[in-house]
Protein backbone atom coordinates (compact mmCIF):
# COMPACT_ATOMS: atom_id res chain seq x y z
CA UNK A 1 0.00 0.00 0.00
CA UNK A 2 3.01 2.68 1.06
CA UNK A 3 5.49 2.06 -1.51
CA UNK A 4 7.90 5.64 -0.99
CA UNK A 5 9.55 4.40 2.32
CA UNK A 6 11.41 1.45 0.46
CA UNK A 7 12.62 4.22 -1.48
CA UNK A 8 14.12 6.33 1.15
CA UNK A 9 15.67 3.79 3.17
CA UNK A 10 17.12 2.11 0.40
CA UNK A 11 18.55 5.79 -0.07
CA UNK A 12 19.48 6.12 3.00
CA UNK A 13 21.07 3.11 3.35
CA UNK A 14 22.88 3.59 0.46
CA UNK A 15 24.38 6.78 2.24
CA UNK A 16 25.04 5.27 5.17
CA UNK A 17 27.71 2.93 3.66
CA UNK A 18 29.47 5.78 2.42
CA UNK A 19 27.92 6.37 -0.78
CA UNK A 20 27.10 10.11 -1.62
CA UNK A 21 23.83 11.26 -1.27
CA UNK A 22 23.78 12.45 -4.87
CA UNK A 23 25.51 9.51 -6.19
CA UNK A 24 22.78 7.36 -4.31
CA UNK A 25 20.48 8.71 -5.88
CA UNK A 26 21.32 9.40 -9.46
CA UNK A 27 24.14 7.29 -10.08
CA UNK A 28 25.30 5.87 -13.27
CA UNK A 29 27.85 3.10 -14.17
CA UNK A 30 30.12 2.91 -16.60
CA UNK A 31 27.79 0.57 -18.84
CA UNK A 32 25.25 3.01 -18.27
CA UNK A 33 23.12 0.79 -16.07
CA UNK A 34 21.37 3.07 -13.89
CA UNK A 35 22.38 2.36 -10.28
CA UNK A 36 21.16 5.19 -7.64
CA UNK A 37 17.56 4.92 -6.17
CA UNK A 38 15.70 7.56 -8.38
CA UNK A 39 17.04 7.87 -11.55
CA UNK A 40 15.84 4.70 -12.72
CA UNK A 41 11.61 3.14 -12.06
CA UNK A 42 10.57 3.60 -8.78
CA UNK A 43 8.79 0.01 -9.08
CA UNK A 44 12.29 -1.48 -9.83
CA UNK A 45 13.70 -0.34 -6.30
CA UNK A 46 10.66 -1.57 -4.67
CA UNK A 47 10.55 -4.59 -6.19
CA UNK A 48 14.34 -5.53 -5.31
CA UNK A 49 13.73 -4.28 -1.88
CA UNK A 50 14.81 -6.89 0.76
CA UNK A 51 12.64 -5.67 3.83
CA UNK A 52 15.18 -5.59 7.01
CA UNK A 53 15.29 -7.06 10.29
CA UNK A 54 14.77 -5.70 13.19
CA UNK A 55 18.72 -5.78 13.95
CA UNK A 56 19.35 -3.46 10.09
CA UNK A 57 16.19 -1.44 11.80
CA UNK A 58 18.00 -0.55 14.82
CA UNK A 59 21.57 -0.20 13.36
CA UNK A 60 19.99 2.05 10.63
CA UNK A 61 17.85 4.33 13.46
CA UNK A 62 20.67 4.26 15.66
CA UNK A 63 23.02 6.09 13.08
CA UNK A 64 20.33 8.85 11.76
CA UNK A 65 19.37 9.40 15.49
CA UNK A 66 22.16 12.76 16.29
CA UNK A 67 20.67 14.10 12.54
CA UNK A 68 17.04 13.50 13.26
CA UNK A 69 17.01 14.94 16.72
CA UNK A 70 18.84 17.99 15.06
CA UNK A 71 16.28 18.45 12.26
CA UNK A 72 13.76 18.03 14.64
CA UNK A 73 14.98 20.31 17.50
CA UNK A 74 15.80 23.29 14.87
CA UNK A 75 12.33 22.94 13.18
CA UNK A 76 10.24 23.05 16.08
CA UNK A 77 12.36 25.22 18.34
CA UNK A 78 13.41 27.65 15.56
CA UNK A 79 11.89 26.97 12.46
CA UNK A 80 10.62 31.16 11.20
CA UNK A 81 8.39 29.87 9.39
CA UNK A 82 6.20 27.89 12.43
CA UNK A 83 6.73 31.33 14.27
CA UNK A 84 9.21 30.10 16.50
CA UNK A 85 11.12 30.21 19.29
CA UNK A 86 8.15 32.21 20.11
CA UNK A 87 5.60 29.70 19.36
CA UNK A 88 7.41 26.95 21.41
CA UNK A 89 8.27 29.23 23.70
CA UNK A 90 4.36 30.16 24.43
CA UNK A 91 3.35 26.09 23.62
CA UNK A 92 5.62 25.29 27.05
CA UNK A 93 4.01 27.97 28.81
CA UNK A 94 0.40 27.13 27.89
CA UNK A 95 1.06 23.15 29.02
CA UNK A 96 2.58 23.54 31.87
CA UNK A 97 0.17 26.65 32.95
CA UNK A 98 -2.38 24.64 34.70
CA UNK A 99 -2.34 21.13 36.72
CA UNK A 100 -2.91 18.39 34.72
CA UNK A 101 -6.51 16.60 36.32
CA UNK A 102 -6.66 12.94 35.34
CA UNK A 103 -8.72 13.51 31.95
CA UNK A 104 -6.47 16.14 31.18
CA UNK A 105 -3.14 14.11 31.63
CA UNK A 106 -4.87 11.71 29.02
CA UNK A 107 -5.50 14.19 26.51
CA UNK A 108 -2.03 15.52 26.65
CA UNK A 109 -0.19 12.49 26.69
CA UNK A 110 -2.03 11.72 23.28
CA UNK A 111 -0.82 14.99 21.71
CA UNK A 112 2.50 14.27 22.85
CA UNK A 113 2.43 10.77 21.63
CA UNK A 114 1.15 12.32 17.85
CA UNK A 115 4.27 14.43 18.65
CA UNK A 116 6.52 11.57 19.16
CA UNK A 117 5.62 9.93 16.22
CA UNK A 118 5.84 12.83 14.01
CA UNK A 119 9.42 12.73 14.58
CA UNK A 120 9.77 8.98 14.42
CA UNK A 121 8.38 8.89 11.19
CA UNK A 122 11.54 11.22 10.09
CA UNK A 123 13.87 8.50 10.92
CA UNK A 124 12.63 6.45 7.54
CA UNK A 125 13.22 9.14 4.88
CA UNK A 126 16.99 10.24 4.51
CA UNK A 127 16.10 14.19 4.15
CA UNK A 128 14.09 17.07 5.83
CA UNK A 129 11.22 19.46 5.29
CA UNK A 130 9.40 21.61 7.25
CA UNK A 131 6.45 20.40 5.88
CA UNK A 132 7.17 16.94 7.83
CA UNK A 133 6.27 19.05 11.02
CA UNK A 134 3.22 20.56 10.45
CA UNK A 135 1.40 18.45 12.83
CA UNK A 136 3.78 19.85 15.38
CA UNK A 137 2.94 23.40 14.14
CA UNK A 138 -1.08 22.31 14.69
CA UNK A 139 -0.58 21.23 18.18
CA UNK A 140 2.08 23.93 19.29
CA UNK A 141 -0.75 26.26 18.41
CA UNK A 142 -2.91 24.84 20.76
CA UNK A 143 -0.51 25.07 23.29
CA UNK A 144 0.48 28.25 22.83
CA UNK A 145 -3.03 29.72 22.65
CA UNK A 146 -3.36 28.53 26.55
CA UNK A 147 0.15 30.30 26.51
CA UNK A 148 -1.01 33.68 25.38
CA UNK A 149 -4.19 33.40 27.74
CA UNK A 150 -1.41 32.80 30.68
CA UNK A 151 0.56 35.79 29.47
CA UNK A 152 -2.68 38.16 29.71
CA UNK A 153 -3.38 36.84 33.14
CA UNK A 154 -0.19 37.32 34.41
CA UNK A 155 -0.40 40.98 32.81
CA UNK A 156 -3.71 41.30 34.82
CA UNK A 157 -2.29 40.28 37.81
CA UNK A 158 0.72 42.28 37.81
CA UNK A 159 -1.24 45.63 36.98
CA UNK A 160 -3.53 44.48 39.74
CA UNK A 161 -0.58 44.37 42.24
CA UNK A 162 0.65 47.88 41.25
CA UNK A 163 -2.65 49.48 42.34
CA UNK A 164 -3.80 50.20 38.86
CA UNK A 165 -7.67 50.37 37.83
CA UNK A 166 -9.69 47.23 36.59
CA UNK A 167 -9.60 49.02 33.63
CA UNK A 168 -6.00 49.71 33.08
CA UNK A 169 -5.53 45.82 34.38
CA UNK A 170 -7.79 45.16 31.43
CA UNK A 171 -5.77 47.04 28.82
CA UNK A 172 -2.32 45.92 30.36
CA UNK A 173 -3.83 42.43 29.76
CA UNK A 174 -5.11 42.47 26.04
CA UNK A 175 -1.64 44.68 25.21
CA UNK A 176 0.12 41.60 26.43
CA UNK A 177 -1.63 38.97 24.41
CA UNK A 178 -1.32 41.24 21.37
CA UNK A 179 2.18 41.63 21.63
CA UNK A 180 2.89 37.71 21.87
CA UNK A 181 0.38 36.76 19.22
CA UNK A 182 2.79 39.44 17.30
CA UNK A 183 6.57 37.47 18.29
CA UNK A 184 4.28 34.32 16.79
CA UNK A 185 3.34 36.29 13.90
CA UNK A 186 5.35 38.55 12.68
CA UNK A 187 8.56 36.13 12.21
CA UNK A 188 5.67 33.81 10.32
CA UNK A 189 4.81 36.39 7.94
CA UNK A 190 8.52 37.52 7.55
CA UNK A 191 9.25 34.09 6.44
CA UNK A 192 6.22 34.14 4.23
CA UNK A 193 6.94 37.14 2.63
CA UNK A 194 10.27 35.74 1.44
CA UNK A 195 8.84 32.54 0.04
CA UNK A 196 6.49 34.61 -1.87
CA UNK A 197 9.30 36.35 -3.24
CA UNK A 198 11.57 33.62 -4.12
CA UNK A 199 8.71 32.34 -5.76
CA UNK A 200 7.97 35.14 -8.06
CA UNK A 201 11.82 35.16 -9.15
CA UNK A 202 11.10 32.09 -10.63
CA UNK A 203 8.95 33.66 -13.25
CA UNK A 204 11.55 34.11 -15.74
CA UNK A 205 12.57 30.08 -15.77
CA UNK A 206 8.58 29.70 -16.56
CA UNK A 207 8.91 32.07 -19.72
CA UNK A 208 11.54 30.61 -21.10
CA UNK A 209 10.32 27.06 -21.15
CA UNK A 210 7.18 28.52 -22.65
CA UNK A 211 9.17 29.71 -25.08
CA UNK A 212 11.45 26.99 -26.07
CA UNK A 213 8.12 24.85 -25.91
CA UNK A 214 6.52 27.04 -29.07
CA UNK A 215 8.62 25.66 -31.63
CA UNK A 216 5.90 22.56 -31.40
CA UNK A 217 9.20 19.50 -30.74
CA UNK A 218 8.88 17.12 -28.84
CA UNK A 219 11.63 17.92 -25.92
CA UNK A 220 13.31 15.91 -23.09
CA UNK A 221 15.23 17.38 -20.20
CA UNK A 222 17.60 16.47 -17.93
CA UNK A 223 18.12 18.69 -15.10
CA UNK A 224 18.68 17.80 -11.58
CA UNK A 225 15.06 19.19 -10.59
CA UNK A 226 11.57 19.32 -13.14
CA UNK A 227 10.63 22.61 -12.96
CA UNK A 228 11.96 23.45 -16.25
CA UNK A 229 10.93 20.57 -18.12
CA UNK A 230 7.17 20.97 -15.98
CA UNK A 231 6.75 24.52 -17.81
CA UNK A 232 7.67 23.16 -21.00
CA UNK A 233 5.31 20.65 -21.07
CA UNK A 234 8.21 17.93 -21.67
CA UNK A 235 9.52 14.98 -20.74
CA UNK A 236 11.99 15.13 -17.79
CA UNK A 237 15.06 12.78 -16.58
CA UNK A 238 17.67 13.06 -13.62
CA UNK A 239 20.93 14.43 -14.75
CA UNK A 240 22.83 11.27 -14.31
CA UNK A 241 26.09 10.99 -11.42
CA UNK A 242 28.87 9.77 -13.29
CA UNK A 243 31.85 11.00 -15.12
CA UNK A 244 31.24 13.66 -18.01
CA UNK A 245 31.62 10.72 -21.05
CA UNK A 246 29.44 8.74 -19.11
CA UNK A 247 27.35 11.55 -18.73
CA UNK A 248 27.07 12.49 -22.28
CA UNK A 249 26.72 8.78 -23.59
CA UNK A 250 23.65 8.16 -21.16
CA UNK A 251 21.91 11.48 -22.17
CA UNK A 252 22.05 9.98 -26.05
CA UNK A 253 20.75 6.82 -24.70
CA UNK A 254 18.05 8.51 -23.02
CA UNK A 255 17.08 10.27 -26.00
CA UNK A 256 17.50 13.85 -23.86
CA UNK A 257 17.50 16.98 -26.54
CA UNK A 258 17.60 19.42 -23.76
CA UNK A 259 20.24 19.73 -20.64
CA UNK A 260 19.72 22.80 -18.08
CA UNK A 261 22.52 23.45 -16.10
CA UNK A 262 21.78 25.45 -12.95
CA UNK A 263 24.68 27.35 -11.10
CA UNK A 264 23.50 26.85 -7.41
CA UNK A 265 24.11 22.97 -8.08
CA UNK A 266 26.70 22.34 -9.76
CA UNK A 267 27.85 20.23 -7.36
CA UNK A 268 25.59 17.84 -7.25
CA UNK A 269 27.61 15.92 -9.85
CA UNK A 270 30.79 16.17 -11.03
CA UNK A 271 30.50 17.93 -14.65
CA UNK A 272 28.57 20.74 -14.07
CA UNK A 273 30.78 22.85 -13.02
CA UNK A 274 32.55 22.65 -16.11
CA UNK A 275 29.07 22.59 -18.01
CA UNK A 276 28.38 25.95 -16.31
CA UNK A 277 31.62 27.56 -17.27
CA UNK A 278 32.36 26.22 -20.99
CA UNK A 279 28.70 24.91 -22.01
CA UNK A 280 27.73 21.26 -22.51
CA UNK A 281 29.94 19.71 -25.25
CA UNK A 282 28.61 19.19 -29.02
CA UNK A 283 24.96 21.32 -28.23
CA UNK A 284 24.43 25.05 -28.17
CA UNK A 285 23.31 27.64 -25.83
CA UNK A 286 19.48 28.00 -26.05
CA UNK A 287 18.40 29.89 -23.47
CA UNK A 288 20.37 31.86 -20.52
CA UNK A 289 18.90 33.10 -17.31
CA UNK A 290 21.27 35.01 -15.32
CA UNK A 291 19.51 36.24 -12.58
CA UNK A 292 18.82 32.41 -11.53
CA UNK A 293 22.05 31.28 -13.24
CA UNK A 294 20.50 29.00 -15.39
CA UNK A 295 21.99 27.78 -18.74
CA UNK A 296 20.08 25.46 -21.21
CA UNK A 297 22.04 24.14 -23.98
CA UNK A 298 19.96 22.22 -26.77
CA UNK A 299 21.91 18.64 -27.77
CA UNK A 300 23.05 18.19 -31.34
CA UNK A 301 21.20 15.71 -33.85
CA UNK A 302 23.30 12.54 -33.73
CA UNK A 303 24.55 12.34 -37.17
Known sequence: MEDKSPLNIETEIRIQKGIPADEAAA??????????????????IIRSH??????????????MSKVVLQNASATIGGNLAFGSPALFA???????????????LV??????????????????T?????????????IFCIWAGAGVVA????????????GLANRKQIFFGDTAQLLAVLTILA???????SAFLSTRDTWPIKVAAFNLARSGHAMRFADESSPFAFHAHADWIWLPYCDEQTALQYLRKKGVTHVVVNGSVISARPYLKKWMEDGVPDSREVAELSAEHIRVFELSPRK
Open 27 to 44: GVDKDLTAQGVWIQPNIN
Open 50 to 63: APLSIRQYVTMIAK
Open 90 to 104: FAILGLFSRPWHPRH
Open 107 to 124: EQLHLISLLSLTVFATFF
Open 126 to 138: YWTNSRFYVLILV
Open 151 to 162: IEQWANRTASAF
Open 187 to 193: PSAAWAS
